[in-house]
Nanobody
């Protein structure tokens, strides 16, 4: 069972920035974030293989979000810039997603996820 802990999030006005952090203790070949807004389908935001190059982004966040990683602490940060009201959702750090390129597409599956953190953009 993959253990991961999230932090960050909060409320911000449109155009602002927030950062989410995730620490994961297990080796995984695929991790990322997905988000869930009330009344909407779950959406993969980003997925990547920590051991390889290549990060896959949802079209809705490309160019506005980016990640940084600290391998010494197993921490990954999701930096969210130019936030929009439609970014409002619960965000979940997740792992065990198979192929990262498929994980962020509709129907993508994440096997484990954290407690979630709320992001509100007004």
């Amino acid at each position: 069972h993959v253990q991961l802990v999230e932090s960050g999030g909060g409320s911000v006005q449109a155009g602002g920035s927030l950062k989410l952090s995730c620490v994961i203790w297990e080796v995984t070949s695929c991790m990322g974030w997905f988000r869930q807004a009330p009344g909407r389908e779950r959406e993969g935001v980003v997925a990547f293989n920590p051991a390889r190059e290549g990060t896959y982004w949802a079209d809705s966040v490309k160019g506005r979000f980016f990640i940084t990683r600290d391998s010494a602490t197993n921490r990954t940060d999701l930096h969210m810039d130019d936030l929009r009201p439609e970014d409002t959702a619960w965000y979940y750090c997740a792992a065990d997603c198979g192929d990262p390129e498929l994980a962020i597409k509709p129907g993508g599956v994440f096997g484990y996820w954290g407690q979630g953190t709320q992001v509100t953009v007004s």
